[in-house]
């Protein structure tokens, strides 16, 4: 596997896994995290709410 | 080597501790902050335990990655180089999916297959990101009664007096004799990689090492030191006399390294210790 290809890979399989697992944590800690979002993005798309 | 290069090569080497590689492993956690500060703040004293420790372990892992990498870089520029005594890279990675499989398992409550997925694709991120420790050093074998770390030992403190010459160098402001020194140290270093590479020339070099080695380096500190306080033309034959001396000795030790001819340095090490009195230099 070339290089540049290879180190790309790493580099989104970290973030992915540890940014997921890092976050799942947070939210855990914070569930109004999670519903703060949730409003925020009902707020940004009202049709979503009906 | 020319000054441009040589200047690469300073810079690179100065810079290379303040290198961003690595340092993703220390911001990619933040997340573990608030989390911990959220969870003292509702007395969840389980959670403020889980958080901080997948944080102080991931700030474990960092700053081994860190060290790790720089020890590979050292490994990989010198010449005769060992890798590093400990498996920092290696222990990085299990760090990392450990502190990972432990925040999904226990942190995010995940269950324990799929923890154990997020720490082995944690694992396998690390691997593909930044590699394992280098292989096994590169083996030189026993030969002549010497084992091959007593081999590898003597080759490196060659490699450190060539190191020696060549700072020693630096300090000489003369473009011709930095250019006859630049090339003794760079036969010097093809026979220290030739020796490593067929340990049986160790033998009939070692005198070479010993000898020839710590007369290039205390002529050339020598010489790098006194032109500095006085400039004298004689000095400065004498000296150029001694490196071609050495320059021919050394290129000829090379050619008899690579013939399996018997080293004669008895005789040559006698001519060249003579010729250092005669010029003043010892």
């Given amino acids: 596997m070339p290089g540049l290809l290879r180190n790309l890979l790493g580099f989104i399989i970290l973030v992915a896994t540890i940014g997921l697992a890092t976050c799942q944590s947070l939210v855990k800690a914070e569930p109004a995290i999670s519903a703060y979002a949730a409003e925020a993005l009902s707020a940004s798309h009202p049709q979503a709410k009906q | 080597m020319n000054q441009l290069e040589k200047l690469k090569q300073s810079v690179s080497d100065a810079l290379h501790p303040y290198s961003p590689r690595g340092l993703l492993l220390y911001f990619l956690p933040i997340a573990l902050i608030p ?3 959220i969870a003292l703040g509702k007395g969840h004293m389980l959670d403020v335990l889980i958080n901080a420790a997948g944080f102080a372990l991931y700030m474990l892992a960092a700053w081994s990655l860190r060290r790790g990498l720089q020890a590979e870089y050292a490994c990989a520029k010198s010449r005769i180089g060992s890798p590093p005594p400990k498996p920092l890279k290696t222990i990085a990675a299990a760090v990392t999916a450990l502190a990972t499989g432990m925040i999904a398992w226990l942190g995010a409550e995940h269950a324990l297959p799929v923890a154990l997925m997020f720490a082995g694709a944690a694992f396998l991120g690390m691997y593909l990101r930044y590699g394992l420790d280098p292989e096994e050093r590169q083996k030189i074998s026993a030969a002549y009664g010497y084992s091959g770390d007593e081999i590898r030992k003597a080759l490196q403190g060659s490699s450190r007096i060539i190191r020696n010459i060549e700072q020693a160098n630096d300090r000489i402001r003369n473009t011709e004799l930095n250019k006859r020194i630049e090339r003794i140290c760079q036969v010097a270093d093809n026979i220290l990689a030739e020796i490593a590479a067929d340990p049986r020339d160790f033998r009939r070099a070692r005198k070479f090492l010993n000898v020839y080695l710590d007369g290039v380096l205390q002529v050339t500190q020598g010489y790098a ?19 071609d001396t050495i320059e021919t000795v050394f290129q000829e030790q090379r050619q008899k390294l690579f013939e399996e001819d018997v080293f004669d340095l008895d005789v040559k090490i006698e001519v060249l210790n003579t010729q250092l009195k005669q010029e003043g230099i010892l």
């Fill in chain 2, 35 to 37: 989390a911990t500060f």
């Fill in chain 2, 225 to 243: 030191k006194t032109h500095q306080q006085s400039h004298s033309g004689e000095l400065e034959q004498n000296f150029r006399n001694v490196l």
